[in-house]
């Protein structure tokens, strides 16, 4: 999708759910956003870039109580790595929240209470899961059993084996309770439903209209074909936002966590009513989300319909990511098949992660991990291609020039940037992150062989024109240098820095527009004594 330049941006990552550490299947949502950002800015776009905690919900009060301390405490631990593993990746959010805050409570009960006055919002005695030995209700995650659409072994609120498929309360066949392993019933409670089922013409219309990648649309326009079912919104729990006046009864954990992209950006512009109702009140943005492929019907279903019925802005795109699989395999912590990022930092450095994500396959497909394909992607093509041309010819031209030499820009070096640049941008507004690194290299490749056609190595040992003309051919592999600096600095922000300072460029890197691409690197500028980009890596 091209994005107008006459509105702000606003992007956000799906939140991770601070109920455990970060594995790199998560960052397979975060960093391609990042990379989104970086990319949208070099383009001149005004953007700004939030995330935050999801803090709510059954799994986190299952942890704390199998610790036998509060969900504040579980929260508080996770939120705090997932911050530090963003900052180690370089993933900059603008702003980064947890859904448990003030601001996000306050929000979420504005936007229920309005669902609730404008009669999207019913109560009906509805059928829970209870189980007699432990006494008490069983919502969501409490109980597992079978998935009523396509017999897969499924959560309470989610077919997460099988066909993706958010189950409401009561769906579920042949219920367990998740405490003592027993089977439970079901006993009737009192709920509160949102009227999703009148949403139905609005969201086939809307998704006809939605940005971002095929599979969201898709996905989604399937599920309001075939039927949309009311959804039970309130759950009998304390931990949560409570669901305007009831106390014995919160907010389901799916209407308050998508909030929280209202509630950041309220926090981002520290309460400026005017800003952030540009934002989401006012169509004065574009909003992309960038979301997993497990939580599309949340954000291509109910979080439209919510925002619709809330009398909101509605979301312009939404892009999501496949899957990471390790070694064909699906994670799983019990059978060992997970690579916990933290580890992966302590011993790589995290732009050959950043690029291996991107890199690796296409943003919408699944990505399947190795050790082996990582060896190879950061062995064969950032030390043997990327790393290899930067030290080759800033080493040459460090030692035989010592500054960048005189000499024109060849049009035929131009017209190659300027074709990257374009390639650059439609991966960009296509969410094909894979071709932007793809282009890049074809540069760097590119430059590769300039180089070696042009030989100035021999040309600066005769006489002082061809001396010059050495300096000249010099001149414009630096100037690709620059290119796949700019180009590359959304996927590997700290190497990019590295070889940008290696050319004697002073400016900050981030903040370099595409503008600079074809404008040519000063002559005199002082180049400085070329270092190793990347080191082999292997088991
Ligand atoms: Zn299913
Ligand atoms: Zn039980």
């Not at 209700?137 to 396509?150: A, H, I, T």
């Not at 095929?214 to 959804?231: F, G, I, Q, S, T």
């Not at 305007?244 to 308050?256: A, E, F, I, K, T």
């Not at 500054?403 to 190659?416: A, F, L, Q, R, Y």
């Amino acid at each position: 999708m091209k994005i107008p330049m006459d509105k702000p941006v606003l992007v956000t990552s799906a939140l991770p759910y601070v109920n455990g550490e970060c594995h790199i299947g998560h960052l397979r949502t975060y960093v391609p956003a990042d990379i989104y950002v970086r990319m949208l800015r070099k383009m001149g776009h005004d953007v700004i870039f939030i995330s935050g905690s999801d803090t709510h919900g059954t799994p986190i009060v299952l942890s704390a109580e199998a610790e036998g301390i509060a969900p504040e405490a579980v929260v508080a631990r996770f939120h705090d790595h997932f911050k530090r593993i963003f900052k180690a990746l370089n993933v900059d959010f603008d702003y980064y929240g947890q859904t448990n805050s003030e601001c996000n409570h306050k929000r979420t009960g504005e936007i229920v209470k309005k669902l609730i006055d404008s009669g999207y919002v019913y109560m009906e005695e509805t059928k829970q899961a209870f189980c007699d030995t432990c006494g008490r209700f069983l919502p969501d995650r409490y109980v597992e059993g079978e998935c009523p659409y396509c017999g897969a072994s499924a959560r309470g609120d989610e077919c997460d084996q099988g066909c993706g498929k958010h189950l409401e309360p009561g769906e579920i066949i042949a219920p367990k309770c998740k405490i003592c392993g027993n089977e439970a019933v079901f006993k009737e409670q009192e709920h509160f439903f949102f009227h999703l089922s009148r949403f139905a013409d609005f969201l086939a219309s809307y998704l006809d209209n939605l940005g971002g990648t095929r599979n969201a649309r898709n996905y989604a326009r399937e599920w309001v074909k075939k039927e949309l079912r009311d959804w039970c919104i309130t759950r009998k729990l304390d931990w949560g936002v409570k669901f305007p006046g009831r106390d014995d009864l919160v907010v389901y954990v799916w209407v308050d966590a998508p909030i929280g992209y209202i509630s950041f950006t309220e926090e981002l512009m520290s309460g400026d009513e005017r800003k952030w109702r540009e934002y989401w009140k006012e169509d004065g943005a574009t909003i992309v989300h960038f979301i997993g492929t497990d939580i599309i019907y949340h954000h291509c279903i109910f979080w439209p319909a919510m925002l619709k019925g809330a009398g909101y802005s509605l979301p312009d795109a939404v892009v999501a990511s496949g899957m990471v699989k390790i070694d064909g395999r699906t994670f799983s912590k019990s059978r060992g098949d997970v690579v916990w990022t933290s580890e992966f930092l302590e011993r790589f450095h995290p732009d050959t992660l950043r690029y291996y994500l991107v890199a690796q396959s296409s943003h919408t497909k699944e990505l399947n991990f190795s050790w082996d394909s990582f060896f190879l992607r950061v062995n064969n093509e950032l030390v043997g291609i990327l790393g290899n041309l930067v030290h080759r010819v800033v080493s040459f031209a460090y030692k035989n020039f010592g500054v960048v030499p005189e000499g024109e820009i060849e049009e035929e070096v131009i017209t190659k940037i300027t074709e990257t640049r374009e390639e650059a941008i439609n991966a960009v507004e296509e969410y094909e992150f894979k071709k932007l690194v793809d282009a890049v290299m074809k540069l760097a490749d590119f430059g590769n062989g300039y180089f070696q056609r042009e030989e100035p190595w021999h040309l600066i040992k005769k006489g002082d024109k061809e001396r010059e003309r050495g300096g000249e051919i010099i001149k414009n592999v630096l100037q690709m240098l620059k290119a796949v600096c700019i180009l590359l600095e959304a996927v590997m922000p700290e190497k990019m820095v590295e070889v940008w300072s290696q050319l004697g460029m002073e400016s900050d890197l981030q903040s370099v527009k595409l503008d600079e691409l074809t404008v040519p690197i000063a002559s005199g500028q002082k180049l400085k004594k070329p270092k190793k980009l990347f080191e082999r890596v292997e088991e």
